[in-house]
């Protein structure tokens, strides 16, 4: 147990953040993506409500 | 390099493969049905805006395939080994805070195909515990074999 907190640390230290964050806004470019590309049910791009409009009543 | 070694090598391979493709099937399946892994989370009852929920059904499938791939790769392996460790961390508070709280959801960790048994919330802790387990083992075994020999025994 004390063999694993003692490689806590430098297991953290190893972590390289611009690695981390590439991985990040690889993941997140293709999901992104993915969502832009599917015709239906987008979550992030979701397409406009449709607007509804008065029609005045024909005389 | 001595027969002990090796065979820690090869277990190090055989556990890196495994998650990896346990993470490649995960996310594959999560990323081919985000509506249903929207809902899946906002089962879970998390608290944050639904936003925040849309864009998590849509980047973290993905995350989880792409460090699956990386995983299986061994691309990157000190940070993709976090990534990894971190994911896994996730499954478990959000599956155990769920099952605190006494809600009734579906783990929907691997898409809405999966068979019922399967999404049960105690199997799905166990299997993230599991993972967890395992994603660990791995992050600390990179850092004691960059170390050198004295660790590695």
Request: charged share 15%; with cysteine; hydrophobic share 55%.
């Amino acid at each position: 147990m004390r063999r694993v907190a003692d490689s806590l640390f430098p297991a953290f230290r190893a972590v390289r953040p611009a690695r981390l964050l590439a991985v990040l806004a690889v993941a997140g470019g293709m999901g992104l993506g993915c969502d832009w590309l599917r015709s239906e049910q987008r979550l992030v791009f979701s397409r406009p409500l449709p607007v509804f409009r008065i029609v005045e009543p024909s005389r | 390099m001595t027969t002990g070694a090796r065979s820690s090598r090869s277990r190090e391979v055989y556990i890196r493969w495994l998650l990896g493709m346990v993470l490649v099937a995960a996310g594959g399946f999560k990323a081919a049905h985000p509506v249903e892994f929207h809902a899946d989370l906002v089962a879970y009852g998390i608290g944050l805006p639904d936003a925040w929920l849309r864009g998590t059904a849509v980047m973290l499938p993905w995350l989880e395939v792409v460090a699956g791939i990386a995983l299986g790769v061994d691309f990157w392996p000190e940070t993709i080994r976090f990534v990894s460790v971190g994911l896994s961390a996730v499954f478990v508070a959000v599956l155990a805070q769920a099952m605190v709280r006494g809600l009734e959801v579906r783990c929907g960790c691997f898409g809405p195909l999966t068979p019922g048994w399967f999404n049960e919330p105690w199997f799905a802790l166990g299997r993230a515990l599991s993972l967890l387990a395992a994603s660990i083992w791995l992050w600390l075994k990179r850092v004691s074999s960059s170390a050198g020999p004295a660790l590695n025994a």
